[in-house]
């Protein structure tokens, strides 16, 4: 089985929404950092342009990948610049340290 990694840079605001629609779809987990940077859209207000925002990381299987970016695109979409991006990204394997064993998807 393969796996992939989708990324997403997203709007602070719109974190909650985009857990609880991952929930609903059963992903087993995901991890977020908060930070800053700017990109289509710049806080020109701030001396370092930098908006903050929420980075998303999450594995699945590669069945599961175009599901999972639909549902952040869905919750995420406003139309105005600054909406985010996500990304996919091919993983070649994935190790569990707790076990030292390599890891494999789940099955949707």
């Known amino acids: 089985m ?8 997203i709007r ?3 974190l909650r929404e ?3 629609r991952l929930k609903d779809l059963q992903v087993g ?3 977020v950092t908060r ?3 700017y990109g289509e859209y710049a806080n020109l207000f701030s001396s370092d342009w930098c908006v903050t925002h929420a ?6 299987e590669a069945s599961r990948a175009d599901v999972i970016v639909q549902a952040i ?8 610049t600054g909406d985010g991006i996500v990304v996919v ?7 569990r340290i707790k076990t030292k064993t390599e890891a494999k998807p789940e099955k949707a």
């Open 2 to 9: 393969e796996w992939k990694k989708v990324v997403a840079i």
């Open 12 to 14: 602070e605001n719109k």
């Open 18 to 20: 985009v857990e609880d």
């Open 29 to 31: 987990g995901i991890s």
């Open 35 to 37: 930070g800053a940077g």
């Open 55 to 60: 980075r998303l990381e999450i594995y699945c």
């Open 73 to 80: 695109m869905d919750t995420t979409h406003t139309g105005s």
């Open 89 to 95: 990204i091919p993983v070649e394997r994935m190790y």
